[in-house]
């Protein structure tokens, strides 16, 4: 054998094998695109490891239409999870109000994909008080002169004592239990302030919220900690060290099922804050390594959304991160006034 085919030979063998990008197991939120839109970053999302967490609407779902193309994503390689909602008119969001029409839709989805054979195994309950509730909070925020403080008291004063929030939260759990006998892990998404709810004992931020969290056998619970929408929102700087904190929060509260939703990534201004979400690349990777100092692996990140990678020419920028060895960003006395207040609401409420 000659020298140099000799010298080839062991070269090739001594290949390390190619790195998982750094994105790799993170997934995207996906509510807004239609499906042929979605199809088309299949190969942006294969190359960067990414997932898919897909909204399917009720009375828009077209049955042939979800199956082409999850069997497309199964042919890249790209993990899909469902995410039914309701019609804007209907509440948008599983809530305590919306359970009667969310969760027969959630059964019937769940069916489909049984009956039809499709490659998902994970449902997503996406919990948040009813779309009119949420514009009502927003509007007034905005009002000239608006007291965040004063407004999200009154927002809490008016829900803390819904008398069907026990009732919703069995009817919940038992979604929970019909899933998990068919063979579905059922992960909840959620707002990041019921994580100050829970070192009393009881649910206030929950009913204030209309969301039931605590007592039902999610496999994985994730808080939307949206640094640039909660910003704009409430008029705060607010940076990675409140997606730190969220975080530590969750996985001291859930263990090995502590999840966290970032942003936002997107390519117009959102609802509700007005914003447009990261401006720079780096915004990104801030709250993605403050989130894995905290605790979260990368595979329990979810970013919102697909349009902030579809609206981009090049967007392999926003996915090349540097986890290596993440420390906790600088706590800053916005974050601390933030969460210290809501756990002042949590304790004047029973």
């Not at 859930?254 to 390519?267: Q, S």
Request: with cysteine; aromatic share 8%.
């Amino acid at each position: 054998m000659s020298p140099f085919l000799l010298a080839g030979l062991l070269a090739c063998g001594t290949e390390s094998p190619p790195q998982a990008p750094s994105s790799a197991g993170v997934s995207l939120w996906s509510e807004f695109e239609t499906l042929d839109e979605v199809e088309a970053a299949l190969d942006t999302l294969s190359r960067h490891g990414l997932a898919l967490n897909r909204s399917v609407v009720l009375g828009e779902l077209d049955a042939d239409d979800l199956e082409r193309f999850l069997r497309a994503a199964e042919r890249k390689g790209v993990p899909v999870r469902l995410w039914p909602e309701l019609s804007p008119e209907e509440g948008r969001w599983p809530s305590v109000a919306t359970r009667h029409s969310f969760i027969p839709f959630a059964e019937d989805l769940m069916a489909l994909v049984r009956e039809r054979d499709l490659p998902v195994d994970t449902i997503y309950i996406d919990l948040e008080p009813p779309l009119t509730r949420g514009l009502e909070l927003q509007r007034a925020l905005e009002e000239p002169g608006a007291n965040p403080i004063t407004v999200l008291t009154q927002y809490f004063e008016g829900k803390v004592a819904d008398p069907d929030f026990e009732a919703a939260r069995a009817d919940y759990a038992a979604l929970a239990e019909a899933a998990h006998s068919e063979g579905f892990k059922i992960h909840l998404t959620t707002l990041p302030f019921i994580l100050d709810d829970f070192a009393d004992g009881d649910p206030t931020i929950q009913r204030a919220m209309e969301s039931p969290v605590s007592g039902i056998a999610w496999d994985e619970c994730s808080f939307q900690v949206y640094t640039t929408l909660l910003s704009g929102l409430l008029g705060l700087p607010l940076g990675p060290d409140l997606v730190y904190s969220y975080g530590r929060t969750t996985v001291e509260l859930f263990g090995e099922k502590a999840a966290l939703d970032l942003g936002t990534f997107l390519g117009k201004p959102d609802t509700f804050s007005g914003t447009a979400g990261y401006e720079d690349p780096s915004q990104l990777e801030a709250d993605v390594r403050a989130a894995v100092a905290a605790g979260i692996p990368p595979e329990r990140l979810h970013i919102f959304s697909l349009e902030g990678l579809i609206s981009r020419p090049d967007p392999d920028p926003w996915f090349n991160w540097d986890l290596n060895n993440p420390s906790p960003p600088p706590t800053s006395a916005t974050t601390t006034a933030v969460r210290e207040f809501l756990s002042s609401l949590d304790r004047a409420y029973p």
